[in-house]
């Protein structure tokens, strides 16, 4: 492509994305705050993980931590910057990249919930474009080590989707597209908010479940208590976002109109759970949504950014949000050491 490109934030994704990117031979530099993340990766390069043979291989990369950023200004500025932390790191990010950004340069936001705006506020809307990456599941496992835990999505599932926050369909959108086509299936989107609120359902879901419980994803979708919560939980995700007037896409296998029958009607909530059981045998084990592996380290969750959303936005619009709230508080209460995992946590939600 010919453009320097600045990853902020190689954990997961970030390391994911950056890996595929260094090895097809872009212009790529990873920044992380792990010292211990970016030493390995600078002397042994990042493994990359996956479901098949192919996706599993060992690439050299161009590791930076955080305190290193202002060595860029020696080897020119950056064309694209992906911010790729935690919602919560957001402002740190956009601010620690946006003085090596090209003139043209621009800011693409590929994180889970809704930060265009925190970036927007830093760089503003023109430099401010945004990436979901749907399904992707993946898990820094260990310094250097990231690992894949669904299937690619190839011609059955659509992974990366590009959009400017206006809408319109741009150049710069479509070379983003093109970009991260070499990892997975991407097209560009005159929907970015409603892509961007469906994959916040998607997230609402299956994150505070996977962090209150302790559980993997496949133990939630085998289990009759955390399946009905799945349920509701999307219910009301998705009756907030059409209440702002999104255009909601599917939810892993399902339209929002059955995630809402789900929650009501008897023969539209075995459906759902006949869909998420099956889903069960196509992913690792192992696997834990992002906020179920951040308990298991230790680290704080992303639960206000995203079931917190959705019950602030429902209560602004006067929609009631109780079981993503209950969710909320479980959460928080194994984050302060209240509790520990457990299915308990949320038995009675």
């Not at 560009?188 to 209150?212: D, H, P, Q």
Request: glycine share 10%; net charge negative.
């Amino acid at each position: 492509m010919g453009k320097r490109i600045a990853i902020v934030g190689a954990g997961a994704v970030g390391g994911y994305v950056g890996g595929y990117l260094s090895r097809a031979g872009e212009d790529v530099t990873l920044i992380d705050p792990w010292p211990e993340h970016v030493e390995h990766m600078r002397a042994h390069g990042l493994a990359l993980e996956g479901l098949s043979d192919e996706e599993c291989f060992k690439t050299p990369v161009e590791a930076m931590h955080i305190t290193d950023v202002q060595s860029l200004t020696r080897t020119g500025p950056v064309d694209i910057a992906f911010v790729c932390t935690k919602s919560y790191d957001t402002e740190w990010a956009t601010m620690l990249i946006r003085d090596y950004l090209a003139p043209a340069g621009y800011v693409v936001s590929l994180q889970n919930c809704i930060n265009e705006n925190r970036i927007a506020a830093i760089v503003g809307w023109g430099r401010t474009l945004g990436c979901i990456a749907s399904q992707i599941a993946v898990e820094l496992v260990e310094p250097g080590r990231v690992r894949r835990g669904v299937p690619r999505g190839g011609n059955r599932h659509t992974v990366f989707r590009v959009g400017e926050v206006h809408g319109g369909i741009s150049a710069r959108a479509e070379e983003i597209a093109a970009l991260v086509s070499l990892i997975d299936s991407s097209k560009t989107t005159s929907n970015l908010w409603g892509e961007r609120w469906s994959k916040l359902v998607a997230n609402a879901m299956r994150n505070g479940l996977s962090a209150s419980t302790g559980m993997s994803s496949n133990a939630c979708d085998r289990e009759p208590i955390t399946r009905w919560l799945c349920i509701r939980t999307a219910a009301e995700a998705v009756r907030v976002g059409l209440a702002q007037g999104y255009q909601l896409e599917r939810i892993y296998e399902a339209t929002p109109e059955q995630w809402l029958a789900g929650a009501s009607e008897a023969g539209a909530r075995e459906e759902l759970e006949a869909k998420m059981q099956a889903s069960a045998q196509k992913r690792a084990e192992t696997m834990r949504p992002s906020m179920g592996q951040d308990i298991f380290k230790g680290r704080r969750t992303e639960i206000e950014f995203i079931n917190g959303l959705v019950v602030e936005k429902g209560a602004e619009l006067g929609i009631p949000t109780p079981v993503n709230a209950a969710m909320v508080e479980a959460v928080k209460r194994v984050e302060r050491g209240e509790v520990t995992p457990s299915l308990d946590n949320v038995r009675d939600i």
